[in-house]
């Protein structure tokens, strides 16, 4: 039996790359935040709510297990290089691993938001 209601269809792989870019997981056009990681209330072009989004932590534990692999993987071939001035190696590793979190946030978020969407969950 049909409810007479339109299925949506919820592209999971086009719903991460929208995400991942900052826009709307429905339409690709409308902006996800407001502002750095502010969620935006909902899509000024398709009106899709954001309100049930619950990223919450998750974003932030994988930034955080990505950026860590990564320095590292990076720690022992800089130190090969920086042996004689630790001081030096702890500044460029803190650098490196402070601009690898804050860049990966962002996208990382919108793509937790999109999965959301996408999987229907929270309200969505």
Known sequence: MTTGLAIEDRDLNSALRR?????????????????YIRVAGGCDCCGLDFSP???DDGPAYLVILIVCHI??????????YMRD????LALT???MATVLALAL???IKGAFIALQW???MHGF
Do not use: H, I, W, Y
């Not at 995400?19 to 409308?30: N, V």
């Not at 320095?71 to 090969?80: D, H, I, K, N």
């Open 53 to 55: 989004q619950r990223a």
């Open 71 to 80: 320095v590292g993987f990076t720690l022992p071939v800089m130190f090969g």
């Open 19 to 35: 995400g991942a870019r900052l826009r709307c997981p429905r339409c690709g056009e409308g902006r996800l935040f407001r502002g």
């Open 93 to 95: 590793m803190s650098t």
């Open 105 to 107: 946030l962002p996208p």
């Open 118 to 120: 996408s999987k229907g």
């Open 85 to 88: 001035n630790p001081l030096l």
